[in-house]
């Protein structure tokens, strides 16, 4: 995978640096304003200051002996000679005011307000608009005589330099600022480069490095931590080197291990496939062997109910053949005794005929799936047994509703319910039951259909309960049992009907659930 | 005693080397006249509204470059002693006379002078002096200046000769004897003031200078008023010597009659406050002379 390569070191560092550096120069220049503008002020005032000393000096005299000519002509010559004064005004305690500037002179009788507020015993100056000066620094000294005060002296000074001074610092602030800048842009990008370059090419060394190009080596060559990084990176670098020529030996080791074990996996798992093949064609033998087996138990119980079946009606018959061999002998044979015998006869084979149809009905051959109404399968195997459980006392109670239809293996379901029924009676038999009940329920719900075969035999004891569906096992006597029946019935509900075959015990017996997908809706 | 007698021919000799000597006098003054350079000589305490070094650098070194442009050779002389830059001009060592004119109609001869300028000051009439004093103070004219306190100007002979001429016209004396006599002042403007402020009662000044005071105070023409004036007084001007070529005069007193027309003429011109130079003929003294000889006369009559 590329992997891009980044400049942000670079552009921090640059970011950093000349940010740092701005910030200190901006703090510097904007510090310095205040203290240059009251530099400017201090000189300003130290100027007035001498400008006024000068003049009263200058004009003491005059002032003293009243000579305002002088103090006029004087001023008007130091007007003419500083040309940053506007104006000049001698303001006596008493008397008229004398007002000179540039162009002409002119007495005063009263100051202004805010003019009059500046005369006092101290110094005093303000920056403020007078007449048509939009700004003026006017400077008020007081003249004083041996500790006798006489007057003031105001000086209108034009602020034109004081703004020049201002302006042109303004300037420098700007000029320096901009100087900075630019060194800023130039030793920030030098400074950013000198820090980010070797980064920078250590970084894209290792993203080569990354990109499985170990040929790349740092020319870096610096007596500092880049120096040692750049010395670590190339002994990285041959590290790595080394470690993927072991690594390349090791792959082909390992690949060279795979082929050889895969070889060996592919000749076992021919083998085993073999193996498998065998197993379950012997495994199918086993269980046709199973099936047949079962078949046969199945048969040979059926032949012993047959015989209880055929029992009473051969009975029956045999009275008939008496009662005709009686009548007969009492010579009492008459056409209406032989046909009602007959009749009777008739009867009783046709009912031994139903049971065989009916157990051959059972054992047909039935591999294909139908629907089918699970009461009448129920009560069509529990009349198989009809005679046994009769003989027993057995009590057969078979809750279902007579329309609940599913689609399966008719026969297998048949077998199954007749394998349970089997060994219900069974249990019931050799347990010698009070009251010998099997309960038969059939429940639909909303996706299955529940069939539960109860007794009340007392239940399977604990210790077998988990290997009653094992091939062979059984606990009837030998030769009542073959230990193959609840094996195939879990093997027909689950394998074949996809359902379940489950067991448990309650207070009064043992209870089988066959749980069967509901798929008739 | 023959030793101690000078013979007749030692006098003849003296009276030869004399002759020889006058001549060749004459002969080199001659030669200064005929020298087409200008010689300009000031007699500074005419010029008393001026400072010294504007006329000792400004002038001189303006005049150079003038006769730079015009191609002459300059020279500027400034004189404290009014006979020693009469003697100057007579002998050619100057060719031009700038004074007072009032020194140059009594202690030069006129018949020597030729046409030459004058500078005018801005404002009022240049040649026009005044007798100023305060309004409302009963000075209305020069009959009530009795007693009154005078400031005049240093070296302005013509104003004292006014004041001196309406003094003997009203109290046939010279003012010393009528007006309290107060401290000269250099310039007239520092007089004005004096009046205006109430140092002094009464002035007499060329009324251009009165007029330039005012504007820089309009406050002046409230309380101060002219009781008496005079015209045709030149206040100060420059005459040629006769002996110069009249082309040569000529050329000069056009390149000074143009000084106003460039910026370094306007500097030049500036030193002496005013904004253009007029023509000038010797014959403009007469009323100064006339002054000078009414107030003569004036005095001989009592």
């Known amino acids: ?521 | 005693m023959n030793t101690n007698r000078i013979s007749l021919k030692q006098i003849a000799e003296c009276l030869v080397i004399i002759t020889c000597l006058i001549f060749s006098t004459c002969a080199v003054a001659e030669d200064l006249f005929h020298q087409q350079t200008l010689r300009i000589g000031f007699h500074r305490p005419s010029f008393h509204e001026y400072s010294r070094e504007d006329l000792v650098i400004s002038v001189k070194i303006i005049t150079e470059e003038m006769g730079k442009d015009l191609g002459i050779e300059t020279n500027v002389a400034i004189y404290e002693d009014m006979k020693l830059m009469n003697a100057d001009f007579e002998n050619g060592t100057i060719n031009l006379i700038f004074a007072s004119p009032l020194l140059i109609a009594n202690e030069v001869d006129n018949t020597l002078l030729a046409d030459g300028f004058k500078m005018i000051p801005s404002g009022g009439n240049a040649d026009r002096l005044v007798i100023l004093t305060r309004k409302n103070e009963g000075m209305d004219n020069f009959k009530s200046l009795r007693n009154k306190k005078l400031g005049l100007v240093e070296n302005d002979p013509t104003s004292d000769l006014y004041v001196n001429f309406l003094s003997q016209s009203n109290f046939k004396k010279d003012f010393q004897d009528t007006l309290k006599k107060m401290p000269r002042e250099k310039k007239s403007h520092q007089v004005i003031l004096k009046l205006f402020f109430g140092q002094i009662d009464v002035t007499c000044v060329y009324e251009s200078f009165f007029q330039t005071t005012t504007e820089l105070n309009p406050q002046i023409l409230e309380r101060v008023q002219i009781i008496e004036h005079i015209d045709g007084i030149l206040q100060s001007a420059g005459f040629f010597h006769k002996n110069v070529d009249p082309a040569f005069r000529e050329s000069v007193i056009n390149a000074v009659l143009k000084l106003n027309t460039y910026p370094r003429g306007q500097q030049f011109l500036e030193i002496f406050k005013t904004e253009e130079a007029l023509p000038v003929s010797p014959s403009e003294l007469t009323i100064t002379k006339k002054l000078f000889n009414d107030y003569q006369h004036l005095k001989t009559i009592k």
Not at chain 1, 66 to 89: A, M, Q
């Open chain 1, 1 to 521: 995978m590329a992997i891009k390569q980044k400049n942000s070191i670079f552009i921090r560092v640059f970011l950093i640096f000349g940010s740092l550096v701005l910030a200190i120069t901006l703090f510097f220049a904007f510090m310095v304003v205040p203290m240059q503008k009251n530099a400017f002020k201090q000189i300003m005032f130290t100027q007035a200051e001498t400008v006024s000393r000068s003049i009263v000096q200058a004009s003491s005299d005059a002032i003293i002996s009243k000579d305002f000519g002088f103090i006029v002509e004087h001023n008007v010559e130091v007007l003419k000679n500083n040309t940053s004064i506007h104006y000049i005004l001698i303001s006596p305690k008493i008397g008229d005011k004398i007002w000179i500037n540039q162009e002409n002179w002119h007495l005063i009788e009263n100051l202004n307000t805010d003019i009059a507020q500046l005369e006092n015993n101290n110094i005093n100056y303000k920056i403020m608009p007078i007449d048509n000066y939009e700004q003026v620094y006017h400077f008020v000294y007081p003249i004083q005589f041996s500790g006798i005060s006489w007057g003031w002296l105001h000086i209108g000074f034009s602020t034109i330099q004081y703004d020049k001074y201002i302006n042109d610092m303004y300037f420098q602030i700007i000029y320096i600022i901009g100087i900075s800048l630019i060194l800023i842009l130039f030793v920030g990008y030098l400074f950013a480069r000198w820090i980010s370059q070797p980064v920078s090419i250590i970084s894209h060394l290792a993203t080569q490095v990354a990109g499985g190009d170990l040929t790349v080596r740092s020319t870096i060559v610096r007596g500092d931590e880049i120096g040692v990084l750049s010395d670590s990176f190339n002994q990285m670098v041959d590290s790595l080197m080394q470690s993927k020529k072991h690594l390349e030996n090791y792959n082909q080791e390992l690949e060279n291990k795979v082929l050889k074990r895969t070889q060996e996996l592919a000749d076992l798992n021919k083998d085993l496939d073999n193996k498998i093949k065998d197993e379950v064609a012997q495994r199918q033998k086993q269980e046709a062997l199973l099936i047949h087996q079962s078949r046969l138990a199945a048969m040979g119980e059926m032949i012993g109910a047959i015989a209880h079946q055929w029992r009473q009606p051969l009975n029956a018959l045999g009275l008939v053949q008496q009662n005709l061999q009686f009548k007969y002998q009492m010579d009492k044979l008459d056409d209406d005794f032989m046909n009602q015998s007959m009749d009777k006869s008739a009867r009783l084979i046709q009912k031994m005929s139903s049971t065989i149809d009916d157990f051959r009905n059972f054992f047909k051959p039935n591999k294909h799936i139908e629907s089918f109404n699970i009461h009448n399968i129920i009560q069509s195997t529990a009349d198989l047994l009809e005679a046994q459980l009769k003989n027993n006392n057995i009590k057969l109670q078979i809750i279902c509703n007579e329309n609940l239809i599913i689609k399966g293996f008719q026969g297998e379901f048949s077998q199954v319910i007749l394998n349970l029924l089997n060994n219900a009676k069974d249990a019931l038999i050799e347990n010698n039951s009070r009251q010998p009940t099997i309960i038969i329920d059939a429940v639909k719900n909303n996706d299955t259909v529940t069939i539960t075969i109860k007794d009340n035999a007392g239940g399977i004891p604990d210790g077998i309960i988990d290997k009653i569906y094992d091939p062979y096992f059984t606990t009837k006597e030998e030769g009542k049992g073959t230990g193959i029946g609840l094996y195939m019935s879990k093997i027909i509900v689950e394998n074949n009907m996809s359902g379940t075959l489950r067991a448990f015990n309650d207070a009064e017996g043992a209870n089988f659930v066959i749980e069967l997908i509901n798929n008739q809706d």
